[in-house]
């Protein structure tokens, strides 16, 4: 196993990148959309998509995509 050691890095991670491909786009929502109503006890639950950690995948959690749309990390 190789090990590896970083010090004073950082990244900018964009919410709303849900399937973490590093942007915001149109996978994101999708994603996001197929999940609505989900909860933590739902078969489609993805924690990914709870981007307001409210326990249930809604509307809002979509904004906070879109609101991001087109946005990408480092």
């Given at each position: 196993a190789t090990e590896l050691y970083f010090s004073n890095l950082t990244a900018t991670l964009v919410i709303g990148d849900v399937n973490d491909d590093n942007a915001v786009n149109q996978?994101?929502?999708?994603?996001?959309?197929?999940?609505?109503?989900?909860?933590?006890?739902?078969?489609?639950?993805?924690?990914?998509c709870d981007l307001?950690?409210?326990?249930?995948?809604?509307?809002?959690?979509?904004?906070?995509?879109?609101?991001?749309r087109n946005r990408v990390g480092d």
């Amino acid at each position: 196993a190789t090990e590896l050691y970083f010090s004073n890095l950082t990244a900018t991670l964009v919410i709303g990148d849900v399937n973490d491909d590093n942007a915001v786009n149109q996978a994101d929502f999708d994603l996001i959309l197929a999940r609505q109503g989900a909860t933590p006890s739902s078969a489609n639950w993805d924690v990914r998509c709870d981007l307001d950690g409210n326990n249930i995948i809604d509307l809002r959690d979509y904004r906070w995509a879109f609101n991001n749309r087109n946005r990408v990390g480092d």
